[in-house]
């Protein structure tokens, strides 16, 4: 059974800096491209960077592009999404997602607030 589990969330001043992580279980996690994603009070999923499944390339919404970092650690099963420079509009539920071919998986979400 496949599990991803987020981690990290909570509540951030604007500015201020998040690490949220993405436990996963029960896939060859070294053959899945992961990515993160997020959806905001009212609005609908929208895709925030991925990572390729051996790390060697990384992609990012031009909404976080430098402020965001996203890495893996294969040994670890684990995704990361290390935010800096936060801002209000970065408030929404992170959720993971990891795919290969026909197959993808999405973890049940963290909350992120940005609030003053």
């Known amino acids: 059974q496949v599990q991803l589990v987020e981690s990290g969330g909570c509540l951030a001043q604007p500015g201020g800096s998040l690490r949220l992580s993405c436990a996963a279980s029960?896939?060859?996690?070294?053959?899945?491209?992961m990515s993160w994603a997020r959806q905001a009070p009212g609005k609908g999923l929208g895709w925030v960077s991925g990572?390729?499944?051996?790390?060697?390339?990384?992609y990012y919404a031009d909404s976080v592009k430098g402020r965001f970092t996203i890495s893996r650690d294969n040994a670890k099963n684990t995704v990361y999404l290390q935010m800096n420079s936060l801002k209000l509009e970065d408030t929404a539920v992170y959720y993971c997602?990891?795919?290969?071919?026909?197959?993808?998986?999405w973890g049940q979400g963290t909350q992120v607030t940005v609030s003053v």
């Open positions: 997602n990891a795919a290969r071919g026909t197959y993808e998986y």
């Open positions: 990572i390729y499944s051996d790390g060697s390339d990384t």
């Open positions: 029960g896939l060859t996690f070294s053959s899945y491209a």
